[in-house]
């Protein structure tokens, strides 16, 4: 994992565990007198699925105490059975329960992503179109959980709305026309002395055409038919990235990848995945 990834984790890791934490710390752990004996646990998966921040895991329980040891048994993008072991742990029996929910929590929450894009993923692995994700994030969570993307064999969208223009319809309604919008785009970056790629969402065929001709770095279908987007392909030829989005459910993907578009962006890959059931259990 790189070091960035981490790095962004941190200030999370530190507000959930105060939050868990409060002021009087983990009451039941300090009435059981559980103490800084050394235990050995054992997280487990309890489904099918793909594993994602297991790193940030163990970042959670060595934020808690140095002294617990790791033996990761996957890695992230490893596909993973009901009962298989991702994580041996060694150390202070106090720390461990303490950390416990914090670190199940962020490996839930990534594994989850993980897994609904690998299923994704898997639905068009036989064609040329990527499916990407989108900026419907967790708040704070935009680099974990886009990272999550990754490790399910999907592709990142922009960062954020500094990397990449996307001119939408409100963005069209404002400047006027599509053709006034790009033009803005164009000339903010001669005057900030910048390059980032211009995408522009279109509802239309009409549209299309209009952004074909100026020559942008890639066009949004949005909310188009499957006959729609087919149009849209073969007015295109190839000679500019399609993006097909807009209420993409899991019975569509097949048929929207059928018709030769580049990409599909899928908002719920991460805003509405489910957690990954995972468990941590004292040998």
Not at 157 to 184: P, Q
Not at 253 to 273: F, L, M, N, P
Request: charged share 25%; glycine share 6%.
């Amino acid at each position: 994992m790189d070091k960035s990834i981490l790095d962004s984790a941190l200030p999370l890791i530190k507000t959930a565990l105060k939050e868990d934490l409060g002021t009087r710390g983990d009451i039941t752990t300090l009435a059981m007198n559980a103490g800084s004996e050394n235990v050995t646990a054992r997280v487990i998966a309890k489904q099918s699925g793909i594993i994602a921040g297991l790193e940030i895991a163990i970042q959670v329980f060595t934020y808690m105490d140095l002294n617990i040891h790791f033996t990761a048994h996957v890695n992230d993008g490893d596909r993973v059975e009901p009962g298989d072991t991702l994580l041996l742990l060694n150390g202070p029996a106090n720390a461990i329960l303490s950390a416990e929910r914090t670190a199940l929590n962020f490996l839930g929450r990534l594994s989850g992503i993980a897994t609904l894009a690998f299923t994704f993923s898997q639905q068009i692995k036989n064609t040329e179109t990527k499916i990407l994700d989108t900026r419907k994030t967790t708040p704070g969570w935009r680099i974990l959980e886009k990272y999550a993307v990754r490790c399910g064999g999907c592709v990142n969208h922009r960062t954020g709305l500094y990397d990449m223009f996307l001119i939408k319809d409100n963005h069209i309604t404002t400047a006027g026309s599509i053709t006034h919008a790009v033009n803005k785009c164009r000339e903010y970056m001669r005057t900030n002395q910048f390059s980032a790629q211009i995408e522009v969402e279109t509802k239309s065929l009409k549209e299309v055409k209009e952004a074909l001709n100026l020559k942008v770095d890639r066009i949004m279908l949005d909310n188009m038919t499957t006959e729609q987007i087919a149009d849209c392909v073969k007015l295109v030829e190839g000679r500019i990235p399609l993006e097909a989005s807009g209420n993409v459910t899991p019975d569509k993907i097949e048929k929207i990848a059928a018709t030769g578009v580049d990409y599909i962006s899928i908002g719920a890959i991460t805003h509405s995945a489910t957690n990954f059931d995972v468990s941590l259990l004292f040998d």
